[in-house]
């Protein structure tokens, strides 16, 4: 489905997460256009058509955001907690990129879904024992937690025992679902323990140019706990 961009956001460049440009086609478009999301297309390389996955990684922080975005508004929001934070950031690579056409994106998450059949990851994950706090961020599909995060707890979930967890994520304006819970009861499956939760940080998909003040607020609260 097409959509026509509304007059109030002409750009599809919306910032830039350690040095990449960030494009987001959703911004701007009115809730009668965006439809929460639905038909919402992608570069169909999960934001990386044109970039390299986002990996920056340092010897000191203290704080890592590990993400995953198919059509950029949760790379947006993790570029804007970045700013507040100073924090590492670890981008989710899927081996195989999801759909940039919405319903062929849409069948195979359903199908992925019902049989727990969680995509391959294509990245390195550097050792995570530095850092004391974890933010999470990722779409909500079906009212749930998107599945290249739960292939990356499923995967590495057993490194983050003894860590302040801090999700965040974008939807299509029903809220979390109960992908805080799924993250719970993937880490405890994994073996992790002592995990301490923020609340968390939930936006709209179209809305994310005009959160900082709720990002701000948010991240604030997270490093002083």
Known sequence: MIFKRSN???????????????????????????????????????????NAPTRKLTKNAKSIIIYFSRS??????????????????????????????????????NSERENEDYPELNMQVPDLSQYQTV???????????????????????GQ???????PFMTEGGYGQGDSVDRIREILRQQGSQNNTFTKALV??????DKADKSVNTWASRVNNN
């Open 135 to 157: 933010y999470l961020g990722y779409p909500i599909w079906a009212m749930t937690l998107s599945h290249p995060m739960t292939s990356f707890l499923k995967t590495y979930g």
């Open 72 to 109: 950029g508004s949760t790379e947006l929001l993790a570029s804007k907690i970045a700013a507040n934070t100073n924090s590492d950031i670890l981008e989710i690579v899927v081996k195989d990129n999801y759909s940039g056409n919405y319903q062929k994106t849409l069948s195979r998450a």
């Open 8 to 50: 109030t956001s002409n750009q599809q460049d919306s910032g830039k997460i350690n040095g990449q440009s960030i494009t987001a086609t959703q911004l701007g478009r009115s809730n009668s256009e965006w439809r929460n999301g639905y038909g919402m297309p992608s570069d169909g390389k999960d934001t990386n058509s044109k």
């Open 203 to 208: 936006v709209d998909g179209n809305k994310v």
């Open 160 to 166: 983050l025992s003894n860590k302040e967890i801090a």
